[in-house]
């Protein structure tokens, strides 16, 4: 239940965290000029409007300024046919622009307090399972991710397949009890900005969010299968040893060390322990095929010492009593 909660807690923070790094990519592509000076080169949208390439980018510049909040007009003056006007000149353009500003700033605001309230959550589900904190920050990534995914993939196929449909939708939805969005052919704000150039303009920006998500969820699995491997290490070395031993190690295991052995290698030179080195490596040699029948040499030598140290003590027979002279008998 705690893992369950603390991984729900995550899907939701990282969810809204997925939701502020698209908006902030949106932030970021709408204010890069050159693009939108490459998009007017490809569609030949200067030489259609009587405009140089110049004063199109100085007018998209001064719409993203306005948006972010760093002027408050659009006005901006450029070149058509050679005759200097203003470039925005209709009013249902300023109303329009003043309504996407709103809306602009609102998304500024809920972003910020979106990553405040993202913290927040994922920061619960780490100290709800402080244990799994890991495990559980990777899979509520993939629940936001796959949540996120699906919108992505039904917007997408909606835009792939009719674009305009998509693009009428969009605007009704957040500008629900406004029509100033239909702007009229002869604005040069809808002639700048078509519907091609839109739908590159999403593509660009789409494009760049599953390249930074989907590279986060490959992290995600690497971390994952990082943790699935030192989990087998360590449930392999907790593991019951079941391999039957050899008479040599549960005689040694009985027998315990030799404490003279060890008293002696203490004191010994380079070349004495080497020699005794060399002398236990043969005695392991010929542990792995002991005579058949000769239980108690096997057993003698299974003992990780020198054969000097291992010798048994052996006690000379009592002598028996000499008969005694017979001379002596005599005498008496």
Known sequence: MRKTVSITCLAVGFFLLILCAAFTVVQLTAAETAWFEQEFTKLALAEDMGMTLGDLGA????LVNYLNGQTETIDVLVTVNGQQVRMFDLDIEIVHMREVKDLWQWFVGARNVGLLLAAVLCL???????KDALHNLCWGYFWALGAFLVLVA???TWAAINFDSFWTAFHRLIFPNSENWLLPMESRMIQMLP?????????RMGGRMLLIFLALALVCVLILVALQRRQRAKEAMNAPNNKPKTPAEELAAVQGPDLLAVHKRANMTVSERRKLLEEQ?????ALATPD?????DFRDAALDTPVESRKKIEFAPAEEPEEEDDDYDELL
């Open 124 to 130: 619960m589900g780490v100290v709800l399972d402080g």
């Open 59 to 62: 007018s998209v510049r001064t």
């Open 281 to 285: 490596e043969r005695q392991r040699q």
């Open 195 to 203: 519907s091609e150039l839109f739908r590159d303009l999403v593509m």
């Open 154 to 156: 039904f917007a997408g």
């Open 292 to 296: 058949e029948g000769d239980e108690a």
